[in-house]
């Protein structure tokens, strides 16, 4: 993995590296409001770009290889419309993000190295502990989300995606 070393007074609550072709962003202690939406945001913008981000949370570390590595989720682009994006991640509050799947929705505590799918979004104070799967990493593309769990189990789900609509100039 290489870095990049922007010599920080203090240690960042989030650093983003490349790990081979993908984007990798850990984070290194408990992470706040701020570096929640940090979060969203760079996972939106990679998807404008359709990298694949792989999310590593701090208590279950995952290997450089593991993050290096092209995952089954691969593909990058929409095969159903021609112009299409994928419905933004949003970050819910403190260490927590959200990520609307097609038929579901997926609720990533970054900070307790876990996730949960719901029918639909549910605030995270009426989700009780048995909810929630623990994970290595959570492999984020265009079209998909990917959850590797401890045990080794891959969940994934279709990504929700809304139109892009293409505006035209006037002529004349």
């Not at 007074?9 to 590296?17: L, Q």
């Not at 009780?128 to 891959?154: F, G, H, M, N, Q």
């Amino acid at each position: 993995m290489r870095g990049v070393d922007l010599s920080f007074e203090h240690e960042p609550h989030v650093v983003i590296e490349m790990g081979g072709p993908n984007i990798v962003i850990r984070s290194t202690t408990a992470i706040d409001h701020a570096d929640t939406t940090a979060l969203a945001h760079a996972i939106n913008a990679a998807g404008d770009t359709r990298t694949v981000v792989v999310i590593d949370p701090e208590s279950v570390r995952c290997d450089d290889a593991f993050a290096a590595q092209m995952l089954p989720t691969r593909d990058t682009t929409c095969s159903r419309h021609d112009t299409c994006r994928p419905a933004p991640v949003e970050a819910v509050s403190r260490g927590v993000i959200r990520i609307a799947a097609e038929r579901t929705s997926w609720t990533i505590d970054v900070d307790a190295g876990r996730f949960c799918q719901t029918d639909f979004p549910i605030d995270t104070k009426f989700l009780d502990p048995e909810s929630w799967t623990p994970v290595i990493a959570i492999c984020v593309t265009p079209t998909k989300v990917t959850a590797l769990t401890v045990d080794r189990t891959l969940v994934t789900s279709d990504r929700a995606h809304r139109p892009v609509r293409l505006r035209v100039a006037a002529a004349g």
